[in-house]
């Protein structure tokens, strides 16, 4: 069982909808959740931070996540053509110095 | 702020040849990672400095693979001999040592390996 699990995608919606993205993790000692966004042949960028249970909302992101299911999920309202990227999940086991671990990405594509 | 700085940003080498991948990160940063990005997957992690100290190397194949941080700045990744799977793209990435982690690892534009 792979440690961040995403699906691959390509998940395909049409521009102004809402594009959900989905992530489960194995470690149930993990304390913080991240989303990273990664357009092609670039690097990665943080989106999305979220460390408790529950929503958190920036802007057109959303941030679900819930403990007890091993689960966090990004909505994405009003998708952008400019929205269409490799949505990378990424766990990290303690608030202390541990490095990330990443899941496999999913590819978002918004379709004008 | 200068972000993260690596180079070569390309490179192609044989099979069994050797390479070395450099990376100065974020002035301040104390923490400092390596990953290795396979096409189509996510980035792994190879290895992390605390200042010149490793924190983590459990995944650095350590038979080829080799990595430094001297004086607690920047970074060199090393490979030899290379191997076909070696293809990817090294990211480096550094973040604040806070004690408590935010997460928000800056990353480098990376370095392209082809092996053939």
């Known amino acids: 069982q792979k440690e961040v699990e995403q699906n691959s995608g390509p998940l395909s919606v049409p521009e102004g909808a809402i594009a959900s993205l989905n992530c489960t993790y194995s470690?149930?000692?993990?304390?913080?959740f991240f989303w990273y966004r990664q357009y092609s042949g670039k690097s990665p960028e943080l989106i999305m931070s979220?460390?408790?249970?529950g929503d958190k909302e920036d802007g057109r992101f959303t941030a679900q996540l819930n403990k007890a299911s091993q689960y966090v999920s990004l909505l994405i309202r009003d998708s952008q053509p400019s929205d269409s990227a490799t949505y990378l999940c990424a766990v990290g086991r303690d608030t202390g110095r541990r490095a990330l671990t990443f899941g496999s990405g999913t590819r978002l594509q918004v379709q004008p | 702020e200068a972000g993260v700085a690596q180079s070569p940003r390309y490179k192609i080498i044989e099979k069994r040849q050797s390479v070395a991948f450099w990376c100065n990160p974020i002035?301040?940063?104390?923490?400092l990672y390596w990953y290795q990005q396979i096409l189509g997957q996510g980035p792994k992690l190879l290895i992390q400095?605390?200042?010149?100290?490793?924190?983590?190397d459990s995944q650095l194949p350590k038979d080829r693979f080799s990595a430094e941080r001297l004086k607690g700045v920047d970074s060199t990744l090393k490979i030899q001999p290379a191997k076909l799977e070696d293809s990817a793209v090294y990211l480096c990435?550094?973040?604040?040592?806070?004690?408590?982690?935010?997460?928000?690892?800056?990353f480098g534009e990376g370095s392209r390996l082809t092996v053939l």
């Open positions: 400095f605390q200042n010149n100290g490793v924190v983590d």
């Open positions: 990435a550094s973040s604040l040592d806070m004690g408590i982690g935010t997460g928000e690892l800056f």
């Open positions: 979220i460390y408790s249970n």
């Open positions: 002035s301040g940063h104390a923490t």
């Open positions: 470690d149930r000692v993990s304390q913080s």
